[in-house]
């Protein structure tokens, strides 16, 4: 999954990083014309005989359409002057009987892990796993979850409490989730708009390497001078059917109403969370441009709100396409970073619904961590069967300021939530 591939980006980085010489550098997600490569080398590594302008594509399994994909690129790149040489890394060891039927060409060269590693005498990055407080062992990972459990209600009656809520949650109770919403927003135009040429969700998936917010601008483009329709559109899609009833949801309201917690931070569009609160609790919808009133539980909505009922004054803060999301990293003092980062460094925050892939959220939480503790502050709500190493994935989280509550069905999480409440 994607938590996997960061892991095994970052140890292909750090090996080719060792070998570097001179003026030899590695760039990450590096844009050349209309291709995003995952690492660059524009000096190249004498080292590892990677020739100037190498662009390296990181694969964790090999498999036809993978190098076929790689290659096609190759060419292109190599007409259009965009990279002159790729080398196609790939993580699984079983993948060498698909290695042997692949025909390779003069400037594609595939290397596993392994033998990347062999060529530099490099061994697994301990670097990488946490220590607990700078000592040299390595961070035990739990065995006991109700122990963990039990940590876990104990912070959360110390008070100070936020929640962070992604689109799991949603979901839950029949919400479309990112790649959700952005199918069923290409369904809309095309069914709203029958003279304008088709555009397809799998066409936008390929071409935008699976990635929701690059898909979400190459929509905001398709609609042109009526880019102003996109968040309507978006409103039409998420409430098109009312949501069912989640005992998720339940579950989270019930915890937002809770004193212990003094603030909620959403990166959904919806009013699910407000709607089950009802009047149980006062509580303050924050887009940015407003302040909570005294008193109430302050929702901020840092990817933007988008209500059932109209109320233009929120359009203009939504966060979904490429172009948007961009903001977030280029201003750092804007107004959904502050926030975050203050409930991430003051607060012991709950994750749930979300997978913490998201690369502004993970930036804002090793900022966060930098002053270090001794002890993680922060849970996360995380299905086991989504990681091929939850161990590893369990140590890397630690390093960012957060144990994983393991969990195996998405009925657990209510559970869950209702012994760390109660």
């Not at 591939?5 to 750090?14: D, G, L, Q, T």
């Not at 929702?299 to 359009?315: A, K, L, T, W």
Request: net charge negative; proline share 5%.
């Amino acid at each position: 999954m994607f938590f996997f591939f960061f892991f095994f980006e970052s140890e292909v980085k750090r090996i080719i990083e060792s070998e570097l010489t001179g003026s030899e550098t590695i760039l990450s997600e590096y844009r050349s014309g209309d291709y995003v490569f995952d690492l660059f080398l524009p000096e190249g590594c004498k080292r590892l005989d990677f020739p100037p302008q190498t662009a390296i594509e990181l694969k964790t399994k090999l498999v036809s359409d993978s190098v076929a994909q790689v290659t096609r690129m190759a060419r292109t790149s190599l007409k259009l002057g965009l990279a002159q040489h790729f080398v196609l890394v790939y993580e699984e060891e079983d993948s060498k009987k698909t290695r042997k039927e692949i025909k390779q060409f003069d400037n594609v060269r595939i290397l596993s892990l392994q033998e990347l590693r062999n060529a530099t005498g490099v061994t697994l990055n301990q670097e990488l796993l946490p220590h607990n407080d700078r000592d040299t062992s390595i961070v035990p990972i739990p065995q006991n979850q109700d122990s963990l459990l039990q940590e876990a209600k104990g912070r959360f009656h110390q008070g100070d409490v936020s929640l962070f809520l992604g689109s799991g949650v949603g979901r839950s109770a029949g919400l479309p989730d990112w790649n959700g919403l952005i199918e069923r927003m290409v369904e809309e135009v095309n069914s709203n708009n029958p003279d304008r040429e088709k555009y397809y969700y799998a066409v936008l998936e390929a071409d935008t390497r699976h990635s929701p917010i690059v898909m979400a601008r190459y929509l905001k483009n398709a609609l042109g001078e009526n880019s102003e329709d996109f968040v309507p559109l978006i409103k039409r899609v998420l409430y098109k059917s009312p949501p069912r009833k989640s005992k998720l949801v339940e579950a989270v309201m019930n915890t937002a109403v809770n004193p212990n917690v003094r603030r909620v931070i959403t990166y959904n569009y919806d009013d699910l969370l407000e709607q089950s609160i009802g009047d149980q609790r006062t509580f303050s919808i924050i887009d940015g441009k407003n302040r909570p009133s005294p008193g109430t539980l302050p929702i901020y909505h840092v990817h933007g709100f988008v209500p059932r009922d109209d109320d233009p004054s929120f359009e203009e803060n939504v966060v979904l396409s490429e172009d948007e999301y961009h903001l977030l990293y280029k201003e750092a003092f804007h107004w959904s970073n502050t926030e975050q980062l203050h409930a991430l460094k003051n607060t012991t925050c709950f994750f749930i619904g979300l997978s913490l892939t998201d690369p502004n959220l993970r930036r804002l939480l090793d900022i966060a961590n930098e002053i270090g503790t001794k002890d993680p502050p922060h849970f996360a709500f995380l299905r086991k069967s989504d990681y091929n190493q939850p161990e590893k994935a369990w140590q890397l989280f630690y390093t960012m300021g957060v144990k994983v509550l393991w969990f195996d069905e998405f009925d657990e999480v209510p559970v869950m939530l209702r012994g760390i409440v109660k």
